[in-house]
């Protein structure tokens, strides 16, 4: 696969996973902003997927809110193998 369109894949499962995880919590995006230690603009650039959060947002996620590292990764996986198959 691509470099660009493993980027894709990263941006698409990270931003969905890491929307999910913050309504899993209740949290707004305020706040989890706040506890990626990120502003609100980069969070919502984030969420929406304009953007991939940064090396150490992500370390930040990985380490201290993702309920299910392992599950995200497997998405990651499942969603490059999906689109190697489409291919």
Same mark, same amino acid.
């Given at each position: 696969?691509? =470099? $660009? $369109?493993?980027?894709?894949?990263?941006?698409?499962?990270?931003?969905?996973?890491?929307?999910?995880?913050? $309504?899993? *919590?209740? #949290?707004?995006?305020? @706040?989890?902003?706040?506890?990626?230690?990120? =502003?609100?603009?980069?969070?919502?650039?984030?969420?929406?997927?304009?953007?991939?959060?940064?090396?150490?947002? *992500? #370390?930040?996620?990985?380490?201290?809110?993702?309920? =299910?590292?392992?599950?995200?990764?497997?998405?990651?996986?499942?969603?490059?193998?999906? $689109? @190697?198959?489409?291919?």
């Amino acid at each position: 696969m691509k =470099d $660009k $369109k493993m980027h894709s894949v990263f941006k698409e499962v990270i931003t969905e996973h890491i929307k999910a995880t913050r $309504k899993e *919590l209740g #949290l707004t995006q305020a @706040e989890m902003a706040t506890k990626l230690q990120i =502003d609100l603009r980069t969070y919502c650039n984030i969420e929406s997927g304009r953007s991939l959060c940064g090396t150490m947002t *992500l #370390l930040i996620y990985l380490l201290y809110i993702c309920p =299910d590292v392992n599950g995200l990764l497997e998405g990651i996986r499942n969603r490059k193998d999906e $689109k @190697e198959k489409s291919v």
